[in-house]
């Protein structure tokens, strides 16, 4: 027993250290696009798409699982995907090179809780009172960090803030993500995890293409850079994170995901001088707690399920 637990302990804090790494790795990647300046979403996509590819498959190249990496029966559900996926990022995107670095990281928060709600509508899943309360709760703690931005909401005179443009963004890019992480789940029963990311960074390589008519800028050197290390940090921040799901189970991994919080703050003052305001904190740890609840929820949940399936096997 002891030995056992031993073996297992190790590999719980390596996946721990994996997902905290996969997280930073990801806000890097959102300050190198922020530090690229106000650029169009599609060329954005493009940058940060197109080249994740290249550490994806240079790390299938050391499993030996090249060959097959794009092997699918589900083309049109990859490609589906593909095209939901692309408009949350450009969304997103376009929240990031407007809005303070903490803000539009932490208002990204509200995706889970939003896959909450699509799951009860779209896919008919019984949720119960407690997860809607912690959705309630989190989208509260979501209104209370834009309330300040938000402006509109007393003055028609900020209608062409980018500030608000960039809050409604992000509003709208995690609607839309949590839309894309349903199609995920239903990928997920039949495809590998390397075959769903490299089919999506592909289809939206070549989804973001099609934007160039609509005003691809001319890019410095410096921008270029950003923007190809951008998508590196994206490639790489998705193997870190797949492989830390492979060590540790989900609920113990999923919720240093905001850890990205504290270090967007950090890296937000010291890079842009962005100072997290009252609301922001506030309100990021209600959205943070109510997330938390939900993944404790959810394991509660699988817990109990797992006991009534053992329950239910004929002995011997």
């Given at each position: ?142 209104v209370i960090i834009s309330w300040p931005t938000l402006t509109l909401l007393r003055s028609g005179a900020a209608l062409g803030d980018q500030e608000v443009l960039g809050v409604i963004a992000a509003f709208i890019a995690a609607g839309i993500s949590a839309v894309a992480m ?135």
């Open positions: 027993m002891t030995s056992n637990t031993s073996s297992v302990q190790p590999r719980t804090l390596f996946g721990i250290t994996l997902k905290i790494l996969s997280v930073s790795v990801f806000v890097a990647m959102s300050s190198l696009i922020k530090a690229a300046g106000e650029l169009p979403a599609g060329q954005i996509v493009f940058y940060r798409s197109f080249f994740a590819i290249f550490p994806i498959l240079i790390f299938l190249g050391f499993r030996r699982e090249l060959r097959t990496a794009f092997s699918t029966r589900r083309p049109l559900n990859h490609i589906a995907r593909g095209v939901v996926g692309v408009c949350a990022m450009g969304f997103g995107f376009f929240a990031l090179t407007r809005l303070p670095l903490p803000e539009a990281i932490t208002l990204n928060y509200a995706q889970p809780l939003l896959v909450v709600v699509f799951s009860a509508i779209f896919l008919r899943e019984t949720i119960r009172i407690y997860r809607w309360g912690a959705v309630v709760v989190g989208l509260i703690g979501v349903l199609l995920v789940r239903s990928l997920v029963h039949s495809e590998r995890t390397a075959t769903i990311v490299l089919w999506f960074s592909l289809t939206a390589s070549i989804l973001a293409l099609l934007t160039i008519p609509f005003g691809w800028q001319a890019l410095a050197t410096r921008q270029i850079v950003l923007l190809i290390l951008a998508g590196f940090c994206g490639g790489l921040g998705q193997i870190l994170m797949t492989s830390a799901y492979r060590h540790a189970e989900a609920s113990v991994v999923a919720p240093f995901e905001y850890t990205s919080m504290l270090l967007s703050i950090v890296v937000g003052y010291l890079a842009f001088g962005d100072v997290p305001t009252l609301h922001m904190l506030v309100g990021g740890a209600i959205v943070v707690a109510a997330g938390l609840f939900i993944i404790w929820r959810e394991r509660q949940l699988g817990l109990e399920r797992a006991a009534a399936r053992k329950a239910s096997q004929p002995p011997g």
